[in-house]
C-alpha cells in the first residue's frame, strides 16, 4: 500500500463514527416523519420525531429535521438545543452545522454564528455558500476586508456562482475599466448558456461597477437588462396597490380612527422609520441606533405581518374592514404581541427601531394599537428615491414594482397619496425627516431627530458612522461612511434615460417629496 493510500486510510479511521442502528420499524416511522415534514405536515412530523427521541433514538438527521420545524415556529432557543445535540452525535455533520449559524444569526447571536460558519468552513473547505454566509455576515458587521477576502475565495474555487460576483461589487469601488473584476464578469455574461439568475446578478453587478467609474450609458444599459429580466419573473400591475391604498385611506379616516376607544399597549419603546425603499431609513436608524439608549433592529416585517394575518384575510380580498367590525381584542393583542416580540431582540434598550419601510402603510394600525410609538418618516427626492430602486436587485420578492421604471414612478405615487392621508388624519403623530436636509446639515437635523424621539443629545449619533451595529439592507456599505452628499441629484447623471419614470413623477404636487 502506497504512503497515500495509507494517510487516507488512517484519516477516514480518524473521522469516521459509528452510525446507531434502528429497528426497521422505526427506521419506517422516521421515513413517514421526513415525508410527512416535506408536505408541510409539520405537528404530525414533530410528534413522530419526539417518539423516537423518547425511544433513545440518537441520528444526527432526526435532531436537525426536528429543529427545522422548531425554527419554523421561531423556537430558536430549543432549536439551538437540538442542533448541538445532532452536532455531539457527528460534529462534522454540515447540516446541522449551517443551520445552527442560521439559528445564531437569526436569534442575533453574531459571534456565536461567525464562529460556526469558521467551524463548517475548516471542515468543509470547498463549501463554498458557508463561506459566502460568513462574508455576508462579516460584511454586515462591518468588517469589509475579511468579507472581501472571503468573497474573492469564492469567485476563486466558483467562479461560476454569481451571487458572490455580485454581492462583491457593493463591497469594491472600481476605478476604470481595466479592473479585473469588470472583465471577469463581462466574460461570464457573454456565455450564451448562462442562467437567468445568474445573468440578472451580473447585469446588477456590472450596472454598479460602470457607475462607479462614470459610464452612466453602460450602466444603465447593464441596469434595464438585469431589470427588465427580473420584471419577467412576475406578473405585476399597479392595480392591486391602488385599491390597498384607497381601501387603507377610507378606512383609516378621522372619524373612525377617533371613534375607536381600545385598551392600548402605552409603552413608548418602538420607534417606527417609514417610507419609500431607498430614501434614507437605514440611515436615520444607524444615527438613533449610535444612541445608548438605542437598538437598531432594523427591518422587522413583525408589525405588517401582525396587520396582514389579523385584518387583511383572503375572504375580505386583502382589504381592511370598517375598522369597528373588528374586536378590540385583535387591535389590543397586535400592540401586545408586537412588544413581546421586540422584548426578545433586546430586553435592556430603553427605545427600539424598525426599519420596514413598507409600514408607512400600517401607520393607522400603529397608532391604535401603539399610540405612544414614535414613527419617523424619510423623504427623499422622488427621482432619486425611483432610481436607487431601480438600482437594487431586492434579496426578496416584496419589491414587484421596483423593476420598471413606470411602476417605480406610479408606486411613488400612492405612497405619497397615502403618507399626505395621514398626515391630514393625524396631525403631529409623524416627523418627517428629509434625506438632503439631513446630508447637507447634519448636526442640526439630527438634533431635531433626536428631540422627536424623546431622545437626549449625545456626539455619538453624529458619528454614527463609527458605530458598531449590524447592517443587512442594501444600504450597508453607505452607512459606514460619513455623511455624504454625492447621491443627492444622481439621477441628473440619468436622466436621458429615465423617460418613463419622470413622465410619471412629472403629475406630482412636489417632486422632492
Request: charged letters at 25%; aromatic letters at 10%.
Amino acid at each position: 500500500m502506497s504512503n497515500r493510500k495509507r494517510k487516507i486510510k488512517r484519516k477516514i479511521q480518524k473521522t469516521a463514527k459509528p452510525r446507531q442502528v434502528i429497528s426497521s420499524q422505526q427506521n419506517f416511522r422516521l421515513q413517514q416523519a421526513v415525508q410527512a415534514q416535506s408536505a408541510g405536515k409539520l405537528a404530525f412530523a414533530e410528534s413522530a420525531y419526539r417518539a423516537l427521541i423518547a425511544e433513545n433514538v440518537k441520528i444526527p438527521e432526526l435532531f436537525n429535521n426536528l429543529a427545522m420545524i422548531c425554527t419554523q415556529s421561531a423556537r430558536h432557543g430549543e432549536a439551538q438545543s437540538l442542533l448541538k445535540r445532532a452536532l455531539a452525535i457527528d460534529p462534522r455533520f454540515p447540516d446541522a452545522r449551517m443551520h445552527l449559524a442560521t439559528v445564531y444569526e437569526q436569534s442575533g447571536k453574531t459571534e456565536q454564528a461567525v464562529d460556526c460558519y469558521q467551524r463548517l468552513i475548516s471542515d468543509h473547505p470547498k463549501m463554498f455558500v458557508a463561506r459566502y454566509l460568513l462574508a455576508n455576515l462579516l460584511k454586515a458587521q462591518g468588517k469589509l476586508e475579511e468579507a472581501i477576502t472571503h468573497y474573492k475565495k469564492i469567485m476563486e474555487q466558483q467562479p461560476g456562482y454569481t451571487q458572490a460576483h455580485f454581492t462583491y461589487s457593493g463591497v469594491h469601488n472600481y476605478k476604470d475599466v481595466s479592473d479585473p473584476h469588470i472583465t471577469s464578469m463581462l466574460g461570464l455574461y457573454q456565455k450564451n448558456s448562462l442562467g437567468t439568475d445568474n445573468r440578472i446578478h451580473l447585469a446588477f453587478a456590472l450596472a454598479k461597477a460602470f457607475e462607479d467609474i462614470k459610464d452612466y450609458p453602460q450602466a444603465f444599459h447593464y441596469l434595464k437588462a438585469g431589470n427588465d429580466l427580473r420584471y419577467k419573473k412576475y406578473n405585476y400591475t399597479i392595480e392591486s396597490d391602488e385599491e390597498l391604498i384607497d381601501n387603507i385611506i377610507k378606512t383609516f379616516s378621522r372619524e373612525a380612527l377617533k371613534d375607536l376607544t381600545i385598551n392600548a399597549e402605552v409603552s413608548d419603546r418602538p420607534i417606527f422609520i417609514v417610507g419609500m425603499p431607498r430614501s434614507g431609513t437605514t440611515l436615520v436608524e444607524k444615527i438613533l441606533a449610535s444612541h445608548t439608549d438605542v437598538f437598531g433592529a432594523g427591518e422587522l416585517d413583525y408589525l405588517y405581518s401582525l396587520g396582514v394575518s389579523q385584518f387583511l384575510g383572503t375572504s375580505n380580498h386583502f382589504q381592511f374592514r370598517p375598522l369597528d367590525t373588528y374586536s378590540k381584542d385583535i387591535y389590543e393583542s397586535v400592540g401586545k404581541v408586537y412588544l413581546e416580540k421586540i422584548n426578545l431582540l433586546n430586553e435592556h434598550a430603553g427605545r427600539i427601531t424598525d426599519k420596514l419601510p413598507f409600514n408607512f402603510m400600517m401607520i393607522g394600525l400603529i397608532k391604535i394599537a401603539l399610540p405612544n410609538a414614535r414613527i419617523i418618516h424619510c423623504v427623499r427626492d422622488a427621482r432619486d428615491t425611483s432610481l436607487s430602486i431601480y438600482k437594487q436587485n431586492f434579496a426578496t420578492e416584496n419589491y414587484r414594482f421596483a423593476y420598471d421604471l413606470k411602476t417605480v414612478g406610479q408606486f411613488h405615487k400612492l405612497y405619497q397619496k397615502v403618507m399626505k392621508h395621514w398626515h391630514q388624519v393625524m396631525p403631529g403623530a409623524i416627523y418627517d425627516i428629509e434625506y438632503e436636509s439631513l446630508t447637507q446639515n447634519p448636526e442640526h437635523e439630527i438634533r431635531n431627530l433626536l428631540s422627536a424621539c424623546d431622545l437626549e443629545w449625545q456626539e455619538a449619533c453624529l458619528n454614527f458612522d463609527q458605530s458598531e451595529g449590524m447592517v443587512k439592507t442594501a444600504s450597508f456599505y453607505q452607512v459606514r461612511q460619513p455623511m455624504y452628499t454625492s447621491s443627492v441629484k444622481l439621477w441628473e447623471q440619468y436622466k436621458d434615460f429615465l423617460g418613463p419614470l419622470l413622465n410619471e413623477l412629472n403629475t406630482l404636487e412636489n417632486v422632492t417629496s
